[in-house]
């Protein structure tokens, strides 16, 4: 496809004026970002799930920023127009507002992010205000929330009771008040994603898992081509199993050194017989007693 104009947030509203939903995908690299771009992805959200994904821990924990500052700045060398969105990763942005703002402006000014995103309600509320004080276009994080998910009770549906659906609710108001031009919901039940819809102002609702009632959609990338071994969860479709055709070229490349099937000749070089006889002779010549 040919080169396609940046997206920016003025771009985005105007998709959601129209009632044109907004694909969001993660990336951590730059060949899956230089694909995203060609598909045309409106969104790049460099998650903080490549603790998970990428360095093969068991949770997003022990990602630090410097790993997240690589990553984007990859991220973005492959894909120049998508809007890119850093996540902030755990406790760069809890200890205080002005931690906050050091580590966003770390994405902005290093790694020519668009937004950045964090985990957190009305408590970070905070946070959210004084990063977008400072010029940077800030996304909130509700329901489940990775960097929380001890105190969650593990990976599952948050707000299907009415009092959790009502802090969530009342959480997304705080956000968008703040500040925030978008909200991400994960694992939202699909009719309190809607009424958090329905109510945004001037925020962007986007959903992971929450139902088609949001303004678009997030999936996390190794979800949709089978590329995470551990688990595929319910959320994710399945557009096609990279991570099996992968696994099968392994087989076969082992398969093939082993039984000295490759290479074969069309997969590596020669030289000319009359260079290789003049070589023998310097080497016949070097190898003569004196």
Known sequence: MSERKKV????????????EPITWLTCYDYPTAYFQEQA???????????????????STLPVTMNDMIRHTQAVRRGS?????????????????????????GRFMAEAACDAIKLEGGAEMADRIAAITAAGIPAIGHLGLTPQSVSSLGGFRLQGKGALQAKKIID????????????????????????????????????????????HGQLLIYHDLFGLYPKFTPKMAKVYGNAGEVILNGLTQYVHEVQNKEFPERSHYFGMKNAEYDELVKLLEEEDKPF
């Open 8 to 19: 920016l947030l003025p771009t985005l509203f105007k998709k959601v004026e129209k009632g």
């Open 40 to 58: 045309g992805v409106d969104m790049i959200l460099v998650g903080d799930s490549l603790g998970m994904t990428m360095l093969g821990y068991d």
């Open 80 to 104: 120049p127009n998508a809007f890119l969105v850093g996540d902030m990763p755990y406790m760069s942005y809890q200890a205080s507002s002005e931690t906050a703002v050091l580590n966003a």
């Open 171 to 214: 959480d997304a108001k705080a956000l968008e008040e703040a500040g925030a031009f978008a909200i991400l919901l994960e694992l939202v039940p699909d009719r309190v994603c809607q009424i958090i819809t329905e109510r945004a102002e001037n925020c962007i609702i986007m959903s992971l898992g929450s139902g088609p009632h949001a």
